[in-house]
């Protein structure tokens, strides 16, 4: 019976070492940079949520911590469709195991998500442009008419009747003005 009560509450000092970590008295500056927010709530005896902005668009993401016992805790990150990875469940969880304290562990998944933002620029430029085209319903490439439009091209920063633009908002975006067979011609094939 003393085996049970010493996991019980090994487990409730788990819980609570997380909650309290991020109960502490401090006097923040109003003009500090790098000041990270999230809101903790309660789901349960041994469950709780862990909501802050997305480290690279700007959307709430939510990680549901589960104190299963006093060595183990799940964590599971959730975030919307369109919202970039910013870390793994399990990237989540050994941090958390290792220094079992909330703001370290929001800490450590910006550093994770700057990381990877860093890492894959041209990623999120093209997600970034992608995104734009869907908010601004262009129709598909391959649509009859695709860039051809009347009046303001969006595309090409011009008012024209008709547009000479060769390619996608891709061709755009990365400045290719010259077309496939241009570009695969001046490579020397």
Do not use: W
Request: aromatic share 4%; net charge neutral; hydrophobic share 35%.
């Amino acid at each position: 019976r003393v085996p049970l009560i010493l996991n019980m509450i090994r487990h409730q000092v788990a819980y609570n070492t997380l909650i309290g970590s991020c109960v502490k008295r401090t006097v923040l500056k109003a003009d500090s940079p790098g000041i990270l927010q999230f809101e903790v709530c309660p789901l349960s005896d041994s469950c709780f949520s862990v909501s802050f902005q997305h480290p690279v668009n700007d959307s709430l993401v939510c990680v549901v911590m589960d104190v299963q016992d006093s060595t183990h805790v799940n964590c599971k990150l959730y975030k919307g469709l369109s919202d970039a990875l910013i870390c793994t469940d399990d990237f989540i969880a050994k941090v958390v195991q290792r220094c079992m304290s909330i703001p370290v562990t929001m800490r450590a998944i910006r550093r994770k998500a700057e990381t990877i933002q860093a890492d894959t620029p041209a990623l999120s430029l093209i997600a970034e442009t992608v995104e734009d085209m869907v908010k601004k319903n262009l129709p598909p490439a391959s649509s009859p008419g695709y860039g051809m439009t009347t009046g303001n091209n969006p595309m090409s920063g011009t008012t024209t009747p008709t547009s000479t633009f060769p390619g996608g908002p891709i061709s755009t975006l990365f400045s290719m003005s010259m077309g496939i067979k241009d570009r695969h011609d001046s490579v020397g094939h």
